[in-house]
C-alpha cells in the first residue's frame, strides 16, 4: 500500500512539468513556429533549386510557408510546422523586409532563394513584458532570436 501511495506521489509530481511541455506559451510558440517555417522555407528553397516564400499577414497573426518532403519537426508532434496562427495575446510590433515596414500591410512576403541567402527581415514580437526579435542573416538566411534593447 506504501509502494502505490509513493508512486502515486512521484507521478503527481511529474504531471505539471509534463502539461507545460505540451503546451507551449504563447510567445515561446510564436517564435518558435517563425524560426521552424523560416528554417524549412531556406531547406526548401536550397533542396529543390527554386525560391521559396514565407508569407505573413500582420492584421491576421498568420504565418505560412513549405517543408521540404521529408522533414521533421524538432517538437513534440514531430510534424513540420508549415502554417502558424499567432496568439491574439502576442502582438506584432515591427515586420521590417527589405528594410521597409511591412506591418501594417495586408501581406508581406520574405523570399528565400536557391544559393542560400534571403531577403532581409526583422519581426519584433510582443507579449506582457516579453519582447523577442527574430532576423534573418541575409547571407545564409538563418534566422537568429534575441531579446531587443529598448
Do not use: Y
Request: charged residues 15%; glycine residues 8%.
Amino acid at each position: 500500500m506504501m509502494v502505490v501511495a509513493i508512486l502515486g506521489l512521484v507521478m503527481a509530481m511529474g504531471v505539471p512539468s509534463i502539461l507545460a511541455d505540451l503546451h507551449e506559451e504563447p510567445m515561446r510558440k510564436a517564435v518558435n513556429d517563425v524560426m521552424e517555417i523560416c528554417g524549412h522555407a531556406r531547406a526548401q528553397a536550397i533542396l529543390s533549386g527554386q525560391t521559396a516564400t514565407v508569407t505573413f499577414h500582420p492584421h491576421e497573426g498568420t504565418v505560412d510557408g513549405s517543408a521540404p518532403p521529408g522533414s521533421v519537426s524538432t517538437r513534440n508532434s514531430g510534424v513540420p510546422t508549415t502554417s502558424s496562427q499567432i496568439d491574439g495575446s502576442v502582438i506584432i510590433e515591427m515586420l521590417d523586409i527589405n528594410l521597409i515596414e511591412q506591418k501594417d500591410s495586408d501581406v508581406a512576403s520574405v523570399r528565400f532563394f536557391p544559393n542560400g541567402t534571403s531577403d532581409e527581415m526583422t519581426l519584433v514580437l510582443h507579449s506582457g513584458d516579453q519582447w523577442r526579435k527574430i532576423t534573418l542573416e541575409v547571407t545564409t538566411a538563418l534566422a537568429s532570436v534575441s531579446t531587443p534593447t529598448q
